[in-house]
């Protein structure tokens, strides 16, 4: 799945997934099991026909003061986890440099007059690798990861939304990678959680719903 992409002019979906339990999905781990067939069959089940361009993916694990693009070079892997086997270490996942995709998402930000930065040292961190090294084994597609705005200030995020939504037009693929809610160590967790995902669930269907009447018009 996910080889080197030939041209696409077809609107890709956006999607925002869950990346597990810091490497475990990559280390076998049975608990998420389910996760790693969900993320594997992701490719030919949600984006299939279409081969996207390039991949643009906000993890959850990245906080900066401004939009921040990451532009250097993305051989690097960022272990922002500490505690797991000698194996979760050596991970890889060489992919091209989306280097014209960062380009563009500066030049639509700033159009937008969203503050904006490129950091040229940081690699991947765990939100990037872990759910494309199952959904996208073969790493042939040029990836880029862009940042969360610190303050985590949901308009500034919407206004972000916006900006970048033409790249979905050119073929490139944006993914959001984090949880919901995140409580693992916590026994009841799923059930301290279902408040907000019964929450959460209702506000996407009104944004799905408006979303859907936008395009419509």
Known sequence: ???????????????YIPHGGGPLPVLGDAFHRSLV???GNFVSKYLSPQKP???LVISAHWEAPVATVQSGDVSSLYFDYYGFPREAYTLEYPVPAARSLATRVVELLTKANIPNAVDTQRGF???VVIPLKIMCPAAGIPTLQL???????PEMHLRIREALAPLMENGVFILGSGMSYERIRKSKSN???EPFHAYLRNALGDE????QEKLRN
Request: proline share 8%.
């Open 53 to 55: 361009t390039s991949i």
């Open 191 to 193: 059930e301290d959680s």
């Open 125 to 127: 961190d765990l939100g």
């Open 37 to 39: 067939d969900w993320l």
């Open 147 to 153: 940042s969360l705005v610190k303050n985590l200030d």
């Open 1 to 15: 799945m996910c080889s080197v992409p030939g041209p696409s002019k077809s609107r890709l979906p956006s999607a």
């Open 208 to 211: 799905r719903k408006q979303y």
